[in-house]
């Protein structure tokens, strides 16, 4: 008696990460970076309106519909563009001076998926399903890439 095995050959006709059995695999990797910011735009004696800083974390997630090399969905080390990014650009700075729109987690997270999209996605294995921004331990934003989950 044979156990089925996962299929994740399968590229469904919505680009559904999961096989025909179901069995899909997301990789996540979460970077970290310290900034500053501030909102504009909300009512009087808003906290969020007060310039602060927050040690954010970001988290890529990738899927597959067949495995690379030894069985990675994306190796994680083809995520070092992604790290230089937000430690080059990010990391230590004032995110109103960084996106030309109000740097809240939401906004972030919409930039970091159409840089991902245009500078890293092109040369991995893997498709980005989604990427989560987190000011807090309890609070996060997370934008997800066309039909992926
Ligand atoms: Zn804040």
Request: some cysteine.
């Amino acid at each position: 008696m044979t156990t089925p095995r996962p299929s994740l050959t399968h590229v469904g006709p919505h680009h559904d990460p999961r096989g025909p059995d179901g069995v899909g695999l997301t990789i996540g990797k979460t970077f970290t970076f310290e900034a500053s910011h501030r909102l504009n735009g909300l009512p009087d004696g808003h906290k969020c309106a007060r310039l602060h800083g927050h040690s954010y974390r970001v988290t890529v997630e990738l899927t597959a519909d067949e495995l690379a090399g030894p069985g990675f969905v994306t190796d994680f080390g083809d995520l070092l563009p992604f790290s230089a990014y937000l430690a080059e650009h990010f990391d230590h700075r004032d995110l109103n001076e960084v996106l030309d729109v109000e740097p809240t987690s939401e906004r972030l997270a919409l930039h970091l998926v159409r840089w991902f999209l245009d500078n890293v996605q092109p040369v991995i294995a893997g498709r980005l399903v989604a990427v989560t921004v987190s000011e807090t331990p309890k609070t996060w934003a997370r934008c997800t890439v066309g039909n992926a989950r």
